[in-house]
């Protein structure tokens, strides 16, 4: 049945496509908080916002280093995920040549950290904002 | 411009921000999230400084 899925032999209904629910987690990925915002948690939104972009911003300020593609080390195509997350910020970020020191000292590699951090909370807002969409969550 | 900030304010406004967005994505209504908020960064910091205190006396 396509409107079902089965599991252990109990039939649940799955949730409607709706076009927030696709266009909320594009935009709060692009944006961080945005997802909420336009489903008018202005709040929520707001907070997820200065939170994420706050840490994203505070990690390039001390230095940290961004993460371009690449398919070497697996640590590095991991930090390239997790920075990828910031959405905005980092296609930002990659575009003017930022984060492309050497770490010199050890704040420094918390920067990288901070920025890395700062996209997986971003995935997760996004998540957050797709379970609103659906009605998953108020 | 650049920032430094030392081991701990580092730790510190990390545990700021992950614990707003793990209390507004984790919970339902506000009073959990502000709840959890508290939680999150309770636990950040105490884990901080358990593990300073540990990696102290490691070092001994």
């Known amino acids: 049945m396509a409107n079902s899925t089965t599991e252990k032999g109990k039939t649940i209904p799955s949730e409607p496509l ?3 629910s ?11 908080g945005a997802g909420h915002l336009i489903q008018k948690r202005w709040i929520r939104g707001g907070l997820l916002f200065i939170s994420i972009t706050t840490m994203f911003l505070l990690g390039l300020a001390m230095q940290g280093r961004i993460y371009r593609p690449n398919g070497g080390d697996l640590l590095d195509m991991l930090g390239f995920i997790g920075d990828l997350g910031a959405g905005g910020l980092y296609v930002v970020t990659a575009a003017m040549d930022w ?9 420094a590699d918390y920067g990288t950290k901070f920025m890395i951090v700062a996209g997986l909370l971003n995935f997760i807002s996004v998540a957050d904002a797709y379970h609103i969409a659906i009605g998953k969550k108020q | 411009m650049t920032i430094t900030l030392n081991h701990f304010s580092a ?6 921000f992950a614990s707003v967005v793990f209390g507004i994505t984790h919970r339902e209504n506000t009073r959990d999230m502000i709840r959890y908020g508290l939680y999150c960064f309770a636990m950040f910091l105490g884990g901080l400084l358990v593990a300073g205190w540990a990696m102290w006396l490691l070092k001994r």
Request: charged share 0%; no cysteine.
């Open chain 1, 18 to 20: 709706s076009l927030m």
């Open chain 2, 11 to 16: 730790a510190a406004v990390f545990a700021v």
């Open chain 1, 22 to 32: 696709v266009v909320a987690p594009a935009v709060g990925w692009l944006i961080p």
């Open chain 1, 99 to 107: 984060g492309q020191g050497a770490i010199a000292f050890a704040t």
